[in-house]
């Protein structure tokens, strides 16, 4: 029996398919989604913002501590968790801000607090979460008609700019690609039926 080129460029193309699907998955991905999904139902915020802030903040790294002690996924300051802890009547034993669902809570909750503030004004929140509200009415203040060439620290208009890419490469593969998968088994899975029909296709078109 013959090799077939069809069924040999299958086999490539599976093989680049689950690397590619690997390197979305380690890159770009939606761990701790049940929780996401709940706090951003619940502060009507956009899923794939907080997703994009985990990333740019600690590359979903539970145990993250910045200098300033800053912790976990969404990188939630002591003093901030107290105030949204409070407002939110958490009881002081479950107020561990190394706790993805505490953390993603009060981090949802917290730009969910921003957004309100400046008027569903994204970037102003996303500026403000990093570099305090005093600075970002700074330069609201200022006159230009673009909000991020008001920003004179580097690292908050690096920081900006990173949340807003992460936002729409998350958008692009999980809405438009729709790759909405939390795991590399239902990755695989998704695959597998998608070349099954495939080869399926080739083995009638050759029979």
């Not at 994009?52 to 910045?66: D, G, L, P, V, Y």
């Amino acid at each position: 029996m013959k090799n077939n080129p069809l069924l040999g460029f299958v086999k490539v193309t599976i093989v680049l398919i689950l690397i590619f699907i690997i390197c979305i998955n380690l890159a770009y991905p939606i761990f701790y989604s049940d929780y996401v999904e709940q706090y951003s139902r619940s502060f009507d915020v956009d899923k794939y913002l907080v997703y994009s802030i985990i990333r740019a903040e600690s590359n979903f790294n539970i145990n993250a501590t910045s200098e300033k002690n800053a912790k976990g996924l969404m990188q939630v300051l002591d003093e901030t968790g107290k105030e949204i802890f409070d407002a939110l009547n958490i009881p002081n034993d479950q107020r561990n801000l190394y706790e993805p669902k505490t953390n993603i809570m009060a981090g949802t909750y917290y730009i969910k607090s921003l957004l309100d503030k400046y008027n569903q004004k994204e970037i102003k929140a996303v500026a403000a979460y990093n570099s305090g509200m005093l600075n970002v009415d700074r330069w609201a203040e200022q006159d230009s008609y673009n909000f991020k060439d008001n920003i004179d620290f580097a690292e908050t208009r690096a920081y900006v700019e990173r949340v807003e890419s992460n936002k729409k490469i998350y958008i692009f593969l999980y809405e438009r690609l729709n790759l909405g998968w939390t795991s590399l088994p239902n990755a695989f899975a998704k695959v597998g039926v998608f070349l099954r029909d495939i080869v399926r296709t080739i083995r009638r078109s050759v029979v």
